[in-house]
């Protein structure tokens, strides 16, 4: 069974449009991630939560935003997407100072 | 911050042994991981090294000097399947910062 779910695998938005992706998890776990990926790239930190503490890299664009309503859930908002927005999301859970698991990502792409 | 190097690119025969090095500079260091990552698919968990030494998984053993800031992935008897990127990762404080990646590439 799948224990970080991110919803949609697959998004298009236009150029300027709101989007919002989601995450969710099962196991229970107090650290969430968010990561951009690029290809051929590595997994760039946006953001990620301590429980409900948000810490936000400092080179992450104000453009990305982030909700954790409660443990389970968390989400990624692009305010104004651009087509350098055009990414695999990855959405990762673990325990503090333990191995991270991944969703399967969301790819954005950006019309 | 952090910086972690690894080499971009490596190539291997099937059934060989290939050695991928980890170098990283932080503060607050926790462990260190190791991460598979097939094109298009979500990185899957390797290793995870937190003492010195060299921890051994089938065919994949992760090595850690925290002294050197230092790390190797090795991936014995390689198959083909075994294609893919190999992605360093370190842990400090609860923030987990991932190394640029090396692409191996099994040949037959």
């Known amino acids: 069974d799948a224990m970080v779910i991110q919803n949609p695998r697959y998004q298009v938005t236009q150029f300027g449009k709101p989007v919002t992706l989601s995450c969710s998890q099962t196991l229970n776990h107090n650290v969430m991630y968010w990561y951009q990926q690029k290809s051929s790239q590595a997994p760039k930190l946006l953001f990620h939560y301590y429980d409900k503490d948000f810490n936000n890299e400092a080179d992450t664009p104000d453009n990305f935003q982030s909700r954790r309503p409660n443990t389970s859930f968390c989400f990624l908002d692009i305010r104004s997407p651009g087509l350098g927005d055009a990414a695999m999301y990855l959405c990762?859970?673990?325990?503090?100072?333990?191995?991270?698991?991944f969703g399967q990502g969301t790819r954005l792409t950006v019309v | 911050g952090q910086n972690i190097d690894q080499p971009t690119e490596m190539t291997a025969t099937e059934g060989a042994i290939v050695q991928i090095n980890c170098t990283y500079q932080?503060?607050?260091?926790?462990?260190l991981f190791w991460y598979q990552q097939h094109a298009g698919e979500a990185p899957t968990f390797l290793s995870y090294?937190?003492?010195?030494g060299l921890e051994e998984k089938g065919r994949f053993s992760s090595f850690l000097s925290r002294s050197k800031g230092y790390s190797y992935l090795l991936l014995k008897e390689l198959q083909m399947k075994d294609s893919a990127s190999y992605l360093c990762a370190v842990t400090a404080g609860n923030k987990l910062t991932f190394g640029g990646g090396t692409r191996v590439l099994v040949k037959p």
């Open positions: 990762a859970t673990s325990r503090a100072k333990t191995e991270a698991f």
């Open positions: 090294n937190v003492l010195d």
């Open positions: 932080t503060s607050g260091f926790n462990g």
